[in-house]
């Protein structure tokens, strides 16, 4: 297994082939991910603790919620934004196409 460090939590990649990739992501209280779409790679993750907060717009007040059990698919081109409530921890299965640097970031928190 490798673990990345994230300004926003890690991410733990706990299979790679050449056909698809499965991680785990913790994403800690009142951190999100970048503003971002795939040209490429398709993603599903579903929410095994904690909620997963969901924009899919530059509009930081418009976003979803989704509880424990819940699940969420990201086709290629899809805009979207995968974050932690305040006070929350949030930690998700991934599973996807290998496409790992197949990322067009549209805005992030921590300038990158």
């Not at 934004?81 to 992030?108: H, K, M, Q």
């Amino acid at each position: 297994m490798r673990k990345i460090e994230k300004p926003w939590g890690y991410e733990e990649i706990w299979a790679e082939t050449e056909k698809y990739v499965g991680k785990r992501l913790v994403i800690l209280p009142g951190h999100r991910l970048s503003l971002q779409y795939h040209e490429k790679k398709e993603e599903t993750v579903y929410v095994m603790d904690g909620r997963l907060r969901v924009w899919e717009s530059e509009n930081d007040v418009n976003f979803k919620d989704y509880g424990m059990g819940s699940i969420y698919h990201v086709k290629p081109g899809h805009i979207h934004r995968f974050g932690s409530p305040d006070g929350v921890l949030t930690v998700l299965i991934e599973v996807s196409t290998p496409e790992l640097d197949d990322l067009v970031r549209l805005a992030d928190d921590y300038k990158r």
